[in-house]
């Protein structure tokens, strides 16, 4: 089974910025979909960011659109979140996923994940 690994979360001021990258540990990462998700303390998991197989198109949830850009690097089998101008309530774990279906916030639709990276936007 594909295996995703995240990483670059941490404590950041509000407007600050972070990168998160996803790596998958093989060739099948280059066929899927693959979106971060984040989850706060309470609340559901929600779609961040989703980006198609062959790079585009690329979907945002509102409150990020214009801050977070995600981008591919299909040779690297690697995902980048780049993140800025934080605000507290971008706080959460982010979780990269894949699918072999188009880009949706349906979690249901998301076959592996990641074991998450931690995000702190707090002053």
């Known amino acids: 089974q594909l295996q995703l690994v995240e990483s670059g979360g941490g404590l950041v001021q509000p407007g600050g910025s972070l990168r998160l990258s996803c790596v998958g540990s093989d060739i099948a990462f280059a066929v899927d979909a693959v979106a971060w998700f984040r989850q706060a303390p309470g609340k559901e998991r929600e779609g961040v960011a989703c980006?198609?197989?062959?790079?585009?198109?690329?979907n945002y949830t509102n409150s990020v659109k214009g801050r977070f850009t995600i981008s591919r690097d299909t040779a690297k089998n690697t995902v980048w979140l780049q993140m800025d101008s934080l605000k507290p309530e971008d706080t959460g774990v982010y979780y990269c996923a894949t699918t072999r279906l188009y880009c949706s916030n349906d979690v249901s639709n998301f076959g592996s994940w990641g074991q998450g990276t931690q995000v702190t936007v707090s002053a």
């Open positions: 980006i198609n197989a062959g790079g585009s198109p690329t």
